[in-house]
């Protein structure tokens, strides 16, 4: 690849600063913004030389990126090195990104609070925790049930549903 222009520079930074916001390593999401914006596939020697980071560390993110499954290898004619590229349409990348997230994060809360709640209630906990955690669970579950339902829908009927939200909020304020 050919050096990083200014931009492509200042794009992958913020991506990697953002990325160590969002609890993933600064590295794995550089690798992920550099594949985005990369017009082509790009081997990991590329990567590590473009990025300046230790090949050994673009193996090990480039399989976390594919483990979420945003980043996949891709064959070039006359080149034996596995070559990567980035999902390019933003819609069905922050699709997996978000059910990723869930699968990681939202899921295995609401297990443990519905946990919680059965021995609450089993115990005949203090009325204060049990009805903090009712309203725990059944707010996970109201937006786990809200997101599946979103997820189901193609991007067009996504926008769709984006649009008359704002429209809708403009009437009701």
Not at 75 to 86: A, I, K, L, Q
Request: overall charge positive; hydrophobic content about 40%.
């Amino acid at each position: 690849m050919n050096p990083l222009t200014p931009v492509q520079q200042k794009f992958i930074l913020h991506w990697g600063t953002m990325g160590t916001q969002w609890g993933i390593n600064r590295t794995v999401a550089q690798v992920h913004a550099l594949l985005f914006i990369s017009p082509k596939p790009l081997n990991a020697e590329e990567i590590a030389q473009t990025l300046s980071v230790a090949r050994s560390n673009v193996s090990t993110s480039i399989g976390e990126l594919q483990s979420w499954g945003i980043v996949r290898n891709v064959p070039v004619m006359g080149d034996r090195r596995d070559h990567f590229e980035s999902i390019q349409d933003v819609w069905e990348m922050f699709r997996i990104v978000l059910e990723e997230r869930k699968r990681r994060e939202i899921d295995p809360t609401l297990a443990i609070l519905r946990e919680c709640l059965a021995e609450a209630e089993k115990s005949k906990s203090d009325e204060h925790t049990r009805k903090k955690l009712t309203e725990l669970t059944r707010f996970f579950e109201t937006m786990t049930s809200w997101y599946e339902q979103i997820r189901r829908l193609p991007t067009a009927a996504v926008m769709k549903f984006i649009k008359l939200g704002e429209k809708m909020i403009k009437t009701l304020t």
